[in-house]
């Protein structure tokens, strides 16, 4: 039987460790963010906290206090972004093999009724920054992967297991 104590511990395992791989735009994009949060937001918290903390007692100036705070929280992303371009690949070219699904490419799935959705693959990075953008860590695209012009794609989703039907690639800018 597993004691109380053991259950109550605060340790998480590690979260599985996300694709290193990037389109140029989304480098881009992170490298953008880099630089406005060490140039300008970084810059302009200092000033906040140091004004903040010229007013006095510190342990009760909300000012001082939530300044701190989203300066650690710039800091904590500084340092991501750093380690993260430090360790990623670019991948700017189109594979050798453009008739199935690899990083990069543009593709549209059928469902069973007959509804068509384009989408591309990119890496966990930048998922989030247009709406046909998938991460090819994320079920659709680790299903999608490798896949040619009318294979049968089965996803795992929360409702169970939905089909699609690969119906066009294209690898364009």
């Known amino acids: 039987m597993v004691s109380e104590k053991r259950l109550m511990s605060r340790y998480k395992p590690p979260s599985p460790q996300s694709s290193k791989y990037i389109t140029p735009e989304g480098a881009q994009a992170l490298r953008e963010e880099l630089e406005f949060l060490w140039r300008r937001k970084r810059p302009e918290i200092t000033n906040a906290v140091a004004e903040a903390a010229a007013q006095g007692d510190r342990s009760e100036n909300a000012e001082y206090i939530y300044g701190k705070k989203q300066l650690r929280e710039i800091d904590r992303r500084i340092r991501y972004l750093r380690k993260r371009l ?23 799935l059928r469902d069973p009724q007959n509804r068509v959705r384009i989408f591309r693959i990119v890496g966990p990075d930048e ?47």
């Open 86 to 108: 430090d360790g990623i690949q670019i991948v700017g070219q189109p594979p050798n093999d453009t008739e199935r699904v690899f990083f990069g490419a543009w593709f549209e």
């Open 127 to 173: 998922f989030d920054s247009a709406e046909e953008n998938i991460s090819m860590d994320s079920p659709l695209g680790i299903a999608v992967m490798g896949k040619s012009l009318n294979d049968e794609i089965v996803v795992k989703t929360p409702d169970g297991q939905q089909k699609y039907t690969l119906v066009r690639i294209s690898y364009r800018d």
